[in-house]
Protein backbone atom coordinates (compact mmCIF):
# COMPACT_ATOMS: atom_id res chain seq x y z
CA UNK A 1 0.00 0.00 0.00
CA UNK A 2 1.10 3.55 -0.55
CA UNK A 3 0.94 5.77 2.02
CA UNK A 4 2.20 9.85 1.51
CA UNK A 5 2.96 11.49 4.98
CA UNK A 6 0.95 8.81 6.81
CA UNK A 7 -2.14 9.29 4.44
CA UNK A 8 -3.43 6.54 2.02
CA UNK A 9 -3.35 6.57 -1.25
CA UNK A 10 -3.44 5.06 -4.31
CA UNK A 11 -1.93 5.31 -7.69
CA UNK A 12 -4.59 6.48 -11.00
CA UNK A 13 -6.60 8.58 -13.18
CA UNK A 14 -8.72 10.69 -10.35
CA UNK A 15 -12.13 12.27 -10.14
CA UNK A 16 -13.91 9.36 -9.60
CA UNK A 17 -15.93 10.62 -7.09
CA UNK A 18 -14.53 14.06 -6.11
CA UNK A 19 -11.92 12.53 -4.14
CA UNK A 20 -8.61 14.66 -3.19
CA UNK A 21 -5.27 14.38 -5.10
CA UNK A 22 -1.77 14.64 -3.77
CA UNK A 23 -0.42 15.20 -6.99
CA UNK A 24 -0.27 11.96 -9.13
CA UNK A 25 -2.17 10.20 -5.99
CA UNK A 26 -5.69 9.74 -5.43
CA UNK A 27 -6.50 10.39 -1.65
CA UNK A 28 -8.00 6.46 -0.14
CA UNK A 29 -10.38 7.93 2.94
CA UNK A 30 -11.04 6.09 5.39
CA UNK A 31 -14.19 7.44 6.89
CA UNK A 32 -16.03 6.52 3.34
CA UNK A 33 -13.99 3.48 2.27
CA UNK A 34 -13.96 0.51 4.89
CA UNK A 35 -11.05 -1.58 3.51
CA UNK A 36 -9.14 1.92 3.86
CA UNK A 37 -10.31 2.30 7.58
CA UNK A 38 -8.46 -1.20 8.46
CA UNK A 39 -5.44 -0.37 6.35
CA UNK A 40 -5.21 2.92 8.91
CA UNK A 41 -5.75 0.29 11.85
CA UNK A 42 -3.77 -2.83 10.66
CA UNK A 43 -0.99 -1.51 8.61
CA UNK A 44 -0.54 -5.45 7.30
CA UNK A 45 -2.96 -5.08 4.96
CA UNK A 46 -1.87 -5.14 1.39
CA UNK A 47 -2.88 -5.18 -2.03
CA UNK A 48 -0.10 -6.90 -4.23
CA UNK A 49 0.22 -6.06 -7.66
CA UNK A 50 -0.49 -8.96 -9.51
CA UNK A 51 -3.51 -9.96 -7.55
CA UNK A 52 -7.04 -10.79 -8.77
CA UNK A 53 -9.96 -10.02 -6.37
CA UNK A 54 -13.17 -10.94 -6.22
CA UNK A 55 -15.47 -8.30 -4.97
CA UNK A 56 -18.79 -8.80 -2.85
CA UNK A 57 -21.46 -5.87 -2.72
CA UNK A 58 -19.16 -3.33 -5.12
CA UNK A 59 -21.95 -0.87 -4.89
CA UNK A 60 -20.80 2.67 -6.91
CA UNK A 61 -17.40 1.13 -7.31
CA UNK A 62 -15.98 3.79 -5.49
CA UNK A 63 -13.57 1.13 -2.99
CA UNK A 64 -13.44 -0.75 -6.43
CA UNK A 65 -11.69 1.92 -7.92
CA UNK A 66 -8.62 2.13 -5.23
CA UNK A 67 -8.72 -1.59 -5.54
CA UNK A 68 -8.23 -1.60 -9.57
CA UNK A 69 -5.32 1.30 -8.50
CA UNK A 70 -3.69 -1.71 -7.19
CA UNK A 71 -4.44 -5.15 -8.24
CA UNK A 72 -4.41 -6.32 -11.29
CA UNK A 73 -7.85 -7.53 -12.28
CA UNK A 74 -11.05 -7.50 -9.72
CA UNK A 75 -14.48 -9.12 -10.35
CA UNK A 76 -16.72 -6.54 -9.12
CA UNK A 77 -20.27 -7.48 -8.13
CA UNK A 78 -23.14 -5.90 -7.49
CA UNK A 79 -26.80 -6.83 -7.05
CA UNK A 80 -28.71 -3.42 -7.18
CA UNK A 81 -29.16 -2.09 -10.73
CA UNK A 82 -29.33 1.85 -9.81
CA UNK A 83 -25.31 1.44 -8.18
CA UNK A 84 -24.48 -0.88 -10.82
CA UNK A 85 -24.94 2.33 -13.64
CA UNK A 86 -22.38 3.94 -11.70
CA UNK A 87 -20.28 0.80 -11.37
CA UNK A 88 -20.36 0.39 -15.35
CA UNK A 89 -19.09 4.40 -15.82
CA UNK A 90 -16.26 3.72 -13.42
CA UNK A 91 -15.24 0.55 -15.16
CA UNK A 92 -15.49 2.15 -18.41
CA UNK A 93 -12.53 4.02 -17.47
CA UNK A 94 -10.57 1.01 -15.65
CA UNK A 95 -9.95 -1.87 -17.75
CA UNK A 96 -9.14 -3.80 -14.52
CA UNK A 97 -12.78 -4.04 -13.39
CA UNK A 98 -14.79 -6.58 -14.45
CA UNK A 99 -18.77 -5.34 -13.48
CA UNK A 100 -20.93 -8.25 -12.77
CA UNK A 101 -24.37 -7.43 -12.34
CA UNK A 102 -25.32 -10.02 -10.35
CA UNK A 103 -26.22 -11.73 -6.58
CA UNK A 104 -23.69 -12.39 -4.12
CA UNK A 105 -26.51 -15.37 -2.52
CA UNK A 106 -26.44 -17.18 -6.31
CA UNK A 107 -22.70 -17.38 -7.08
CA UNK A 108 -23.15 -20.32 -9.40
CA UNK A 109 -25.27 -17.49 -11.34
CA UNK A 110 -21.66 -15.94 -12.64
CA UNK A 111 -19.35 -18.76 -11.63
CA UNK A 112 -18.68 -19.67 -15.40
CA UNK A 113 -17.16 -16.54 -15.57
CA UNK A 114 -14.88 -16.24 -12.86
CA UNK A 115 -11.10 -17.42 -12.09
CA UNK A 116 -9.12 -18.49 -9.51
CA UNK A 117 -8.75 -15.04 -7.07
CA UNK A 118 -6.20 -13.95 -4.06
CA UNK A 119 -8.60 -11.86 -2.17
CA UNK A 120 -12.09 -12.18 -1.74
CA UNK A 121 -13.04 -8.99 -0.43
CA UNK A 122 -17.10 -8.80 0.69
CA UNK A 123 -19.36 -5.42 2.11
CA UNK A 124 -23.14 -7.01 1.44
CA UNK A 125 -25.36 -5.63 3.96
CA UNK A 126 -27.00 -8.85 4.41
CA UNK A 127 -28.27 -10.95 7.61
CA UNK A 128 -25.91 -13.70 6.13
CA UNK A 129 -23.04 -12.82 5.73
CA UNK A 130 -20.52 -15.55 6.94
CA UNK A 131 -23.01 -17.46 4.92
CA UNK A 132 -22.20 -15.61 1.74
CA UNK A 133 -18.26 -15.46 1.90
CA UNK A 134 -18.39 -19.45 2.90
CA UNK A 135 -20.26 -19.88 -0.64
CA UNK A 136 -17.34 -17.91 -2.54
CA UNK A 137 -14.44 -20.38 -1.23
CA UNK A 138 -14.89 -22.37 -4.55
CA UNK A 139 -13.27 -19.03 -6.02
CA UNK A 140 -10.18 -18.22 -3.35
CA UNK A 141 -7.22 -20.15 -4.09
CA UNK A 142 -5.21 -22.02 -1.46
CA UNK A 143 -3.31 -19.71 0.56
CA UNK A 144 -5.93 -16.87 -0.37
CA UNK A 145 -7.22 -14.37 2.07
CA UNK A 146 -11.09 -13.37 2.59
CA UNK A 147 -11.65 -10.00 4.30
CA UNK A 148 -15.21 -9.88 5.19
CA UNK A 149 -16.66 -6.34 6.30
CA UNK A 150 -18.93 -7.51 8.84
CA UNK A 151 -22.01 -4.88 9.40
CA UNK A 152 -23.41 -5.83 12.62
CA UNK A 153 -26.62 -4.28 12.16
CA UNK A 154 -27.71 -5.88 9.16
CA UNK A 155 -26.85 -9.11 10.56
CA UNK A 156 -29.00 -8.84 13.32
CA UNK A 157 -30.13 -5.52 15.57
CA UNK A 158 -31.33 -7.40 18.73
CA UNK A 159 -27.87 -8.83 19.37
CA UNK A 160 -25.08 -6.74 20.50
CA UNK A 161 -22.79 -6.11 18.00
CA UNK A 162 -19.71 -8.18 19.87
CA UNK A 163 -22.28 -11.29 20.22
CA UNK A 164 -22.89 -11.10 16.27
CA UNK A 165 -19.48 -10.57 15.64
CA UNK A 166 -18.14 -13.71 17.70
CA UNK A 167 -20.87 -15.78 16.00
CA UNK A 168 -19.83 -14.83 12.84
CA UNK A 169 -15.71 -15.73 13.43
CA UNK A 170 -17.18 -19.23 14.60
CA UNK A 171 -19.12 -19.95 11.59
CA UNK A 172 -16.14 -19.05 9.44
CA UNK A 173 -13.69 -21.52 11.60
CA UNK A 174 -16.30 -24.28 11.09
CA UNK A 175 -15.97 -23.71 7.29
CA UNK A 176 -12.26 -24.70 7.79
CA UNK A 177 -10.89 -20.91 7.46
CA UNK A 178 -7.97 -19.54 9.66
CA UNK A 179 -9.14 -15.96 11.45
CA UNK A 180 -5.58 -14.07 11.21
CA UNK A 181 -7.18 -10.57 12.11
CA UNK A 182 -10.50 -8.79 13.28
CA UNK A 183 -10.24 -5.46 13.94
CA UNK A 184 -13.28 -3.04 14.91
CA UNK A 185 -12.99 -0.41 12.66
CA UNK A 186 -13.47 2.36 14.99
CA UNK A 187 -13.64 5.08 14.74
CA UNK A 188 -13.94 5.42 11.06
CA UNK A 189 -17.63 3.23 11.22
CA UNK A 190 -19.41 2.42 13.68
CA UNK A 191 -20.84 -1.29 14.39
CA UNK A 192 -18.22 -2.80 12.08
CA UNK A 193 -15.87 -5.28 12.21
CA UNK A 194 -13.02 -6.35 9.65
CA UNK A 195 -12.78 -10.03 9.83
CA UNK A 196 -9.21 -11.73 7.62
CA UNK A 197 -9.18 -14.94 7.15
CA UNK A 198 -7.00 -17.38 5.53
CA UNK A 199 -7.53 -20.41 3.40
CA UNK A 200 -6.08 -23.23 4.59
CA UNK B 1 -19.13 -25.27 -18.66
CA UNK B 2 -17.00 -21.66 -18.86
CA UNK B 3 -17.65 -18.37 -20.33
CA UNK B 4 -16.28 -18.55 -23.31
CA UNK B 5 -18.17 -22.59 -24.15
CA UNK B 6 -16.96 -25.47 -24.69
CA UNK B 7 -16.52 -28.37 -27.07
CA UNK B 8 -17.47 -26.51 -30.69
CA UNK B 9 -19.61 -24.15 -29.17
CA UNK B 10 -16.15 -21.78 -28.25
CA UNK B 11 -16.76 -18.18 -28.66
CA UNK B 12 -16.56 -14.37 -26.64
CA UNK B 13 -19.08 -13.32 -28.08
CA UNK B 14 -21.15 -11.15 -25.65
CA UNK B 15 -24.71 -11.91 -26.89
CA UNK B 16 -23.56 -15.73 -27.24
CA UNK B 17 -21.57 -15.52 -23.95
CA UNK B 18 -25.29 -14.30 -21.87
CA UNK B 19 -27.31 -16.97 -23.90
CA UNK B 20 -24.77 -19.75 -22.42
CA UNK B 21 -24.32 -18.19 -18.97
CA UNK B 22 -28.44 -18.15 -18.77
CA UNK B 23 -28.70 -21.92 -19.62
CA UNK B 24 -25.26 -22.44 -17.33
CA UNK B 25 -25.95 -25.18 -14.54
CA UNK B 26 -23.07 -24.97 -12.47
CA UNK B 27 -23.02 -27.27 -10.03
CA UNK B 28 -20.57 -25.58 -7.11
CA UNK B 29 -19.63 -28.40 -5.13
CA UNK B 30 -17.44 -29.87 -8.14
CA UNK B 31 -16.74 -26.40 -9.07
CA UNK B 32 -13.09 -25.30 -10.63
CA UNK B 33 -12.60 -21.87 -11.40
CA UNK B 34 -11.90 -20.22 -14.89
CA UNK B 35 -8.05 -20.66 -16.08
CA UNK B 36 -7.66 -17.96 -18.62
CA UNK B 37 -4.57 -20.09 -20.38
CA UNK B 38 -7.37 -23.01 -21.07
CA UNK B 39 -8.60 -19.64 -23.08
CA UNK B 40 -5.53 -19.47 -24.53
CA UNK B 41 -4.93 -22.60 -25.85
CA UNK B 42 -7.98 -22.60 -27.27
CA UNK B 43 -7.35 -19.91 -29.61
CA UNK B 44 -9.95 -17.78 -28.23
CA UNK B 45 -7.47 -15.16 -26.92
CA UNK B 46 -3.77 -14.43 -27.62
CA UNK B 47 -2.62 -13.05 -23.82
CA UNK B 48 -4.14 -12.17 -20.63
CA UNK B 49 -4.88 -8.87 -21.57
CA UNK B 50 -7.42 -9.98 -24.63
CA UNK B 51 -8.76 -12.51 -21.86
CA UNK B 52 -9.72 -10.00 -19.71
CA UNK B 53 -11.58 -7.56 -22.17
CA UNK B 54 -13.34 -10.35 -23.54
CA UNK B 55 -14.78 -11.22 -19.97
CA UNK B 56 -15.04 -7.59 -19.33
CA UNK B 57 -17.21 -6.68 -22.38
CA UNK B 58 -19.54 -9.94 -22.12
CA UNK B 59 -20.10 -8.93 -18.40
CA UNK B 60 -20.51 -4.89 -19.41
CA UNK B 61 -23.07 -5.96 -22.05
CA UNK B 62 -24.57 -8.32 -20.10
CA UNK B 63 -25.55 -5.92 -16.76
CA UNK B 64 -26.93 -2.99 -19.31
CA UNK B 65 -29.15 -5.36 -20.79
CA UNK B 66 -29.71 -6.07 -16.70
CA UNK B 67 -30.43 -2.53 -15.67
CA UNK B 68 -32.50 -1.73 -18.60
CA UNK B 69 -34.92 -4.69 -18.00
CA UNK B 70 -34.44 -3.80 -14.33
CA UNK B 71 -35.73 -0.34 -15.55
CA UNK B 72 -38.70 -1.42 -17.42
CA UNK B 73 -40.63 -3.15 -14.46
CA UNK B 74 -43.53 -1.08 -14.09
CA UNK B 75 -43.69 -0.22 -10.34
CA UNK B 76 -39.86 1.46 -10.91
CA UNK B 77 -41.20 4.94 -11.73
CA UNK B 78 -44.24 4.92 -9.37
CA UNK B 79 -41.50 4.52 -6.72
CA UNK B 80 -39.79 7.29 -7.73
CA UNK B 81 -43.29 9.56 -8.23
CA UNK B 82 -44.26 8.49 -4.64
CA UNK B 83 -41.01 9.94 -2.97
CA UNK B 84 -40.83 13.17 -5.02
CA UNK B 85 -44.02 13.42 -3.86
CA UNK B 86 -43.11 12.83 -0.31
CA UNK B 87 -40.43 15.00 -0.50
CA UNK B 88 -42.59 18.06 -1.91
CA UNK B 89 -44.51 18.18 1.32
CA UNK B 90 -41.63 18.40 3.47
CA UNK B 91 -40.50 21.47 0.95
CA UNK B 92 -43.43 22.76 1.22
CA UNK B 93 -43.98 22.66 5.03
CA UNK B 94 -40.49 24.41 5.96
CA UNK B 95 -40.74 26.90 3.78
CA UNK B 96 -44.33 27.68 4.81
CA UNK B 97 -43.15 27.89 8.49
CA UNK B 98 -40.30 30.21 7.43
CA UNK B 99 -42.06 31.78 5.76
CA UNK B 100 -44.68 32.48 8.29
CA UNK B 101 -42.38 33.10 11.06
CA UNK B 102 -40.29 35.71 8.92
CA UNK B 103 -43.65 37.63 7.90
CA UNK B 104 -44.56 37.62 12.13
CA UNK B 105 -41.12 38.76 13.09
CA UNK B 106 -42.00 42.29 11.32
CA UNK B 107 -45.58 42.69 11.92
CA UNK B 108 -45.76 43.03 15.47
CA UNK B 109 -49.74 43.25 15.83
CA UNK B 110 -49.58 39.34 14.34
CA UNK B 111 -50.62 36.37 16.46
CA UNK B 112 -51.50 32.99 15.03
CA UNK B 113 -53.56 32.45 18.43
CA UNK B 114 -57.47 32.72 17.79
CA UNK B 115 -57.52 32.58 14.25
CA UNK B 116 -60.79 30.43 13.58
CA UNK B 117 -60.13 26.53 14.19
CA UNK B 118 -57.05 26.42 11.58
CA UNK B 119 -54.35 28.81 11.49
CA UNK B 120 -51.87 26.57 9.95
CA UNK B 121 -49.28 28.08 7.98
CA UNK B 122 -50.32 26.91 4.68
CA UNK B 123 -53.66 29.46 5.60
CA UNK B 124 -51.51 32.23 5.94
CA UNK B 125 -50.03 32.24 2.76
CA UNK B 126 -52.36 33.64 0.68
CA UNK B 127 -52.49 36.52 2.79
CA UNK B 128 -48.77 37.11 2.95
CA UNK B 129 -48.73 36.94 -0.72
CA UNK B 130 -50.86 40.08 -0.55
CA UNK B 131 -49.36 41.74 2.31
CA UNK B 132 -45.64 41.11 3.05
CA UNK B 133 -42.79 42.94 1.41
CA UNK B 134 -41.76 42.29 -1.40
CA UNK B 135 -39.38 39.22 -1.81
CA UNK B 136 -41.96 37.39 0.64
CA UNK B 137 -44.54 37.66 -1.98
CA UNK B 138 -42.05 36.14 -4.43
CA UNK B 139 -41.19 33.16 -2.07
CA UNK B 140 -45.21 32.91 -1.41
CA UNK B 141 -46.16 32.77 -4.65
CA UNK B 142 -43.22 30.41 -5.32
CA UNK B 143 -44.72 28.07 -2.66
CA UNK B 144 -48.13 28.25 -4.10
CA UNK B 145 -46.92 27.39 -7.46
CA UNK B 146 -45.11 24.08 -5.43
CA UNK B 147 -48.66 23.00 -3.81
CA UNK B 148 -50.30 23.11 -7.35
CA UNK B 149 -47.21 20.84 -8.88
CA UNK B 150 -47.87 18.96 -5.40
CA UNK B 151 -51.29 18.76 -5.89
CA UNK B 152 -51.64 17.30 -9.57
CA UNK B 153 -48.47 15.04 -9.09
CA UNK B 154 -50.33 13.41 -6.14
CA UNK B 155 -53.22 12.76 -8.82
CA UNK B 156 -50.97 11.74 -11.44
CA UNK B 157 -49.61 8.84 -8.24
CA UNK B 158 -53.12 8.01 -7.48
CA UNK B 159 -54.32 7.39 -11.50
CA UNK B 160 -50.50 5.43 -11.82
CA UNK B 161 -51.13 3.49 -8.78
CA UNK B 162 -54.60 2.09 -10.02
CA UNK B 163 -52.79 0.88 -13.30
CA UNK B 164 -49.71 -0.72 -11.86
CA UNK B 165 -51.00 -1.84 -8.03
CA UNK B 166 -54.48 -2.22 -8.86
CA UNK B 167 -56.00 -4.83 -6.21
CA UNK B 168 -53.70 -2.74 -3.18
CA UNK B 169 -55.54 0.96 -4.42
CA UNK B 170 -59.00 -0.68 -4.65
CA UNK B 171 -58.53 -1.77 -1.05
CA UNK B 172 -56.48 1.34 0.61
CA UNK B 173 -56.37 3.85 -2.30
CA UNK B 174 -53.70 4.44 -4.73
CA UNK B 175 -51.84 6.84 -2.65
CA UNK B 176 -51.72 4.82 0.46
CA UNK B 177 -50.90 2.19 -1.68
CA UNK B 178 -48.08 3.58 -3.45
CA UNK B 179 -46.43 4.74 -0.36
CA UNK B 180 -46.81 0.96 1.24
CA UNK B 181 -45.01 0.28 -1.90
CA UNK B 182 -42.33 3.25 -1.87
CA UNK B 183 -41.44 1.99 1.64
CA UNK B 184 -40.97 -1.46 0.89
CA UNK B 185 -38.62 -0.62 -1.84
CA UNK B 186 -40.63 -2.05 -5.12
CA UNK B 187 -43.31 -4.62 -6.01
CA UNK B 188 -41.16 -7.15 -5.92
CA UNK B 189 -40.01 -6.53 -2.21
CA UNK B 190 -43.92 -5.55 -0.89
CA UNK B 191 -45.39 -8.86 -2.66
CA UNK B 192 -42.83 -11.13 -0.50
CA UNK B 193 -43.92 -9.68 2.86
CA UNK B 194 -45.98 -10.69 5.48
CA UNK B 195 -49.04 -9.04 6.24
CA UNK B 196 -47.51 -8.65 10.02
CA UNK B 197 -44.80 -6.48 8.45
CA UNK B 198 -46.63 -4.91 6.02
CA UNK B 199 -48.90 -3.36 8.88
CA UNK B 200 -45.99 -1.61 10.57
CA UNK B 201 -44.25 -0.22 7.77
CA UNK B 202 -43.68 3.54 8.57
CA UNK B 203 -43.68 3.17 11.99
CA UNK B 204 -40.55 1.66 12.25
CA UNK B 205 -39.10 3.72 15.23
CA UNK B 206 -41.92 2.07 17.15
CA UNK B 207 -40.87 -1.03 15.85
CA UNK B 208 -37.81 -1.21 17.04
CA UNK B 209 -37.83 0.48 20.08
CA UNK B 210 -40.77 -2.59 21.11
CA UNK B 211 -37.81 -5.50 19.79
CA UNK B 212 -34.53 -3.55 21.57
CA UNK B 213 -36.16 -2.56 24.76
CA UNK B 214 -40.48 -3.84 24.89
CA UNK B 215 -42.45 -1.10 25.10
CA UNK B 216 -46.08 -1.84 23.44
CA UNK B 217 -46.04 -2.60 19.78
CA UNK B 218 -47.09 -0.14 17.14
CA UNK B 219 -50.61 -1.24 15.72
CA UNK B 220 -49.95 0.21 12.29
CA UNK B 221 -47.92 2.90 10.49
CA UNK B 222 -48.44 4.16 6.78
CA UNK B 223 -52.20 2.15 6.78
CA UNK B 224 -52.98 4.57 9.63
CA UNK B 225 -53.70 6.59 6.38
CA UNK B 226 -55.93 5.17 5.60
CA UNK B 227 -59.55 6.16 5.97
CA UNK B 228 -60.76 2.76 7.43
CA UNK B 229 -58.21 2.79 9.81
CA UNK B 230 -57.78 6.17 11.27
CA UNK B 231 -61.89 6.67 11.28
CA UNK B 232 -62.19 3.03 13.18
CA UNK B 233 -62.89 3.53 16.88
CA UNK B 234 -59.83 3.27 19.18
CA UNK B 235 -60.71 -0.32 20.40
CA UNK B 236 -60.69 -1.90 17.35
CA UNK B 237 -58.33 0.27 15.18
CA UNK B 238 -55.66 -2.58 16.16
CA UNK B 239 -57.78 -4.94 14.05
CA UNK B 240 -59.28 -3.04 11.50
CA UNK B 241 -55.03 -2.70 10.67
CA UNK B 242 -54.35 -6.61 11.15
CA UNK B 243 -57.11 -7.31 9.13
CA UNK B 244 -56.33 -4.93 6.23
CA UNK B 245 -52.77 -5.51 6.22
CA UNK B 246 -53.64 -9.07 5.96
CA UNK B 247 -55.73 -8.54 2.55
CA UNK B 248 -53.26 -6.58 1.45
CA UNK B 249 -50.29 -9.02 1.66
CA UNK B 250 -52.48 -10.94 -0.43
CA UNK B 251 -53.45 -7.83 -3.26
CA UNK B 252 -50.01 -7.34 -3.17
CA UNK B 253 -49.20 -10.84 -4.28
CA UNK B 254 -52.09 -10.82 -6.65
CA UNK B 255 -50.49 -7.33 -8.21
CA UNK B 256 -47.22 -8.51 -8.83
CA UNK B 257 -47.93 -11.95 -9.73
CA UNK B 258 -50.87 -11.51 -11.79
CA UNK B 259 -51.38 -7.81 -12.73
CA UNK B 260 -54.77 -7.07 -12.88
CA UNK B 261 -57.50 -6.18 -10.84
CA UNK B 262 -59.73 -8.92 -9.24
CA UNK B 263 -62.88 -8.15 -8.30
CA UNK B 264 -63.98 -10.90 -6.22
CA UNK B 265 -61.16 -10.86 -3.71
CA UNK B 266 -61.59 -7.02 -3.26
CA UNK B 267 -65.11 -7.46 -2.45
CA UNK B 268 -64.47 -10.01 -0.09
CA UNK B 269 -61.64 -8.36 1.31
CA UNK B 270 -63.39 -4.89 2.12
CA UNK B 271 -66.74 -7.12 3.61
CA UNK B 272 -64.31 -8.39 6.08
CA UNK B 273 -62.75 -5.16 7.08
CA UNK B 274 -66.05 -3.52 7.07
CA UNK B 275 -67.69 -6.42 8.92
CA UNK B 276 -65.41 -6.28 11.51
CA UNK B 277 -65.98 -2.52 12.07
CA UNK B 278 -69.79 -2.90 11.96
CA UNK B 279 -69.71 -5.37 14.73
CA UNK B 280 -67.68 -3.42 16.90
CA UNK B 281 -70.16 -0.40 16.51
CA UNK B 282 -72.93 -2.24 17.25
CA UNK B 283 -72.35 -3.80 20.10
CA UNK B 284 -71.54 -0.22 21.36
CA UNK B 285 -74.85 1.64 20.50
CA UNK B 286 -76.19 -1.84 22.08
CA UNK B 287 -73.95 -0.67 25.47
CA UNK B 288 -75.12 2.79 24.54
CA UNK B 289 -79.11 1.50 25.02
Sequence with gaps: MISIDGTLVSEGAGGVYGERMIGEYRVWDPYRSKLAALWYLDRSVDLAGDAVVLYLGAANGTTVSHVADYVEAVYAVEFAPRPMQDLLVVAGRRKNIVPIYGDATQPQRYAPLLEAVDLVYQDVAQPNQAAIAIRHMPFLRSGGRLILMLKTRSVDVRKCPEEVFADTCGELEAAGLRVVAAVWLLPYHADHAAIVCERV | MYWYGAGTDLSTDPAEVAARLRAAKTDMTTYVPCDWRQAQQLGLVRDRQE?????????????????????????????????????????????????????????????????????????????????????????????????????????????????VIPNMSALVGGLVAARLMARAGGLAALARMPGSSMQVIGAEGALFSHIRTGTPSPKHGIVFQHRRVHNAPREVRGAVARALAAKLAIAARLDYFRGELDAAFVDAANARIDGLMGTKMRTETGVRK
Design chain 2, 51 to 163: YLEAVRQATICMAEEGIAAAAQEKDVELLQMVRTLDEMDTVINLLTERLVDWYISITPSFSRKYRGSGAGAARLLPMIGKKGTEPMKKVAKEILSMSAARTSLMKEVSRKAVV
